[in-house]
T-cell receptor, first 114, second 115 residues
Framework: GENVGLHLPTLSVQEGDNSIINCAYS??????FIWYKQESGKGPQFIID?????DKRQGQRVTVLLNKTVKHLSLQIAATQPGDSAVYFC?????????????FGKGTKLSVKP | DSGVTQTPKHLITATGQRVTLRCSPR?????VYWYQQSLDQGLQFLIQ???????AKGNILERFSAQQFPDLHSELNLSSLELGDSALYFC??????????????FGSGTRLTVV
């Protein structure tokens, strides 16, 4: 079956440093990938997405990198702030398929030290 | 506020009981997805409805069922509850029923505790 997993369950960084959160996926048919941020007591919140025809996409302080060869994607957060503390999930989807459901990894908890 | 409304926010019930969780999608969204989030399984897709019809099924138990009504709100029914059903249940909505893309919005969830 499909499996999207995260390499590290927890990540602790110093405020102002850059954070890198990694994710592996197994479904070769996945052509759309999303990173979500989930704060305590809230639902997942969209951060950034990338399609399989791209290797890199940048947003505000965030960058997603996709390596289709090894089925790996990462989320880079620049100048990490205390407000970035949350659990981060990657998710994949077969965008061209008949279903819109997402397959989520287990999540990485990011803690930012002041 | 994401625009997706879930009620109730918290629910405590006993084993063997039945509960109904409700989701109102974002205005204009036709598709509703249900997810279960437990500590050991992460976010698991349960079921999807599009414009009133079931579109896809994931890891949904036979004790669970769902429906989407003409006004597009959806209900997730959980019966014969077990302790292991304790989890956060999220609803998400999107405009289309496939290739949802960036327009996927989650509600704040219902925390179910089975005692």
């Amino acid at each position: 079956g499909e499996n999207v997993g995260l390499h590290l369950p927890t990540l602790s960084v110093q405020e102002g440093d850059n954070s890198i959160i990694n994710c592996a996926y197994s479904n070769s048919a996945s052509d759309y990938f999303i990173w979500y941020k989930q704060e305590s007591g809230k639902g997942p919140q969209f951060i950034i997405d990338i399609r399989s025809n791209m290797d890199k996409r940048q947003g505000q302080r965030v960058t997603v990198l996709l390596n289709k060869t090894v089925k790996h994607l990462s989320l880079q957060i620049a100048a990490t702030q205390p407000g970035d503390s949350a659990v981060y999930f990657c998710a994949d989807q077969n965008y061209g398929g008949s279903q819109g459901n997402l397959i989520f990894g287990k999540g990485t908890k990011l803690s930012v030290k002041p | 506020d994401s625009g997706v409304t879930q009620t109730p926010k918290h629910l405590i019930t006993a084993t063997g009981q039945r509960v109904t969780l409700r989701c109102s999608p974002r205005s204009g969204d036709l598709s509703v997805y249900w997810y279960q989030q437990s500590l050991d399984q992460g976010l698991q897709f349960l079921i999807q409805y599009y414009n009133g019809e079931e579109r896809a099924k994931g890891n949904i138990l036979e004790r669970f069922s769902a429906q989407q009504f003409p006004d597009l709100h959806s209900e997730l029914n959980l019966s014969s509850l077990e302790l292991g059903d304790s989890a956060l249940y999220f609803c998400a909505s999107s405009v289309v029923g496939q290739g949802a893309g960036v327009g996927y919005t989650f509600g704040s969830g219902t925390r179910l505790t089975v005692v």
